[in-house]
């Protein structure tokens, strides 16, 4: 089980870090990705801290022990979204999705 | 570029089962490393992963939701589909198909997942 936040607010410009604690972080990395309405998911962190092409830089990943963070620094109010962290279970065949935080940008 | 389309019934009725399909562009549902997925979002849900199916492995499942779901691959049309038995109005969700990769970062010497490529979405409501 991958746990989110429900929730989260930041102030524009400032800092924000969404957090997902699991088990299975200690074991995968963990894969981020933005929801916005209507849309489907995009990734915009994968890997140890890789940003697919496109993605701004200001987003960046993070892990300890067993929670990996997602931070975006200088957040913008296109950033308001939901975000989901995503990882496989303990045996490498199941597929799990932490249950999403949405993001407000004040 | 990898592109993927759902397709299938806007509706659908109760006890009846749902049926839609994946159609893949850009790269050959044999690819190795790629992991065929289903994944749904119920209204004002998170995201819920249903199942796979890996080309020359089979498949697995959501264990919540194994007894009813079966996920196949059509080689000649380049398809993978999904079916879900026995729907009830809980089933209303959007579905989407992904592409779930397998990968090696060759600089940091690591392998990692990812859901790369989504498709846009479908809008499935069980209801008589």
């Known amino acids: 089980e991958l746990t989110q936040d429900p929730t989260v607010s930041v102030a524009l410009g400032q800092t924000v870090k969404i957090t997902c604690q699991g088990d299975t972080v200690r074991i995968y990395y963990i894969t981020w990705y933005q929801q916005k309405p209507g849309q489907a998911p995009v990734v915009v962190i994968y890997g140890k801290n890789n940003r697919p092409s496109g993605v701004p830089d200001r987003f960046s990943g993070s892990s300890s022990g067993n929670t990996a963070s997602l931070t975006i620094t200088g957040t913008q109010a296109e950033d308001e979204a939901d975000y989901y962290c995503n990882s496989r279970d303990s045996s490498g065949n199941l597929v799990m999705f932490g249950g999403g935080t949405k993001l407000t940008v004040l | 570029q990898v592109q993927l389309q759902e397709s299938g019934p806007g509706l659908v009725k109760p006890s009846q089962t749902l049926s839609l399909t994946c159609t893949v562009s850009g790269a050959s549902i044999r690819s190795g490393s790629y992991y065929w997925t289903w994944i749904r979002q119920l209204p004002g849900k998170g995201l819920q992963w249903i199942g796979n199916i890996y080309y020359s492995e089979g498949s697995y499942y959501n264990p919540s939701l194994e007894s009813r779901v079966t996920i196949s691959v059509d080689t000649s049309k380049n398809q993978f589909s999904l079916k879900l038995n026995s729907v009830t109005a809980a089933d209303t969700a959007v579905y989407f198909c992904?592409?779930?990769?397998?990968?090696?970062?060759?600089?940091?010497?690591?392998?990692?997942?990812?859901?790369?490529?989504w498709g846009q979405g479908t809008p499935v409501t069980v209801s008589s």
């Open positions: 992904a592409k779930e990769g397998y990968y090696y970062d060759s600089n940091e010497l690591y392998y990692y997942y990812n859901f790369d490529v």
